[in-house]
């Protein structure tokens, strides 16, 4: 989770139901999930679709195929983990609001 998206966490104060204290913290489960397979799925698209594409702008010497194929999954691998991460976040925030006591570790939703 972000910086920003942890101070929000923090600053609604949950407490922890087993030992009480207010260390906790949001799991992350959703979001590490969602960067994960939107990346792999954002490679594959962009590396298929567009390689070719992009190679032609990037450069005329190497094999336009390969530079495109390589050049569209580091793109893609980017635009699916963006995309993968705020699905993830929302899912983690507003389905899933599993919190982890980081004191006692008891596992809790609100």
């Known amino acids: 989770m972000d910086y920003a998206g942890e101070l929000v966490h923090q600053m609604t104060m949950v407490t922890c139901p087993a030992c009480g204290s207010p260390h906790c913290s949001l799991?992350?489960?959703?979001?590490?999930?969602?960067?994960?397979?939107?990346?792999i799925l954002g490679d594959v698209v962009a590396a298929s679709f567009n390689g070719a594409t992009i190679a032609?702008?990037?450069s005329r010497r190497l094999p336009t195929t390969v530079t495109g194929a390589i050049v569209g999954a580091i793109i893609g691998f980017a635009w699916g983990a963006v995309v993968g991460r705020?699905?993830?976040?929302?899912?983690?925030?507003?389905?899933?609001g599993m919190y982890q006591c980081r004191e006692c570790g008891f596992e809790f939703k609100t």
Do not use: P
């Not at 705020?86 to 899933?96: E, P, R």
């Open 56 to 58: 032609g702008i990037v």
């Open 27 to 39: 799991q992350t489960t959703a979001y590490k999930t969602g960067v994960a397979i939107g990346g």
């Open 86 to 96: 705020a699905g993830g976040t929302d899912s983690d925030d507003h389905v899933l």
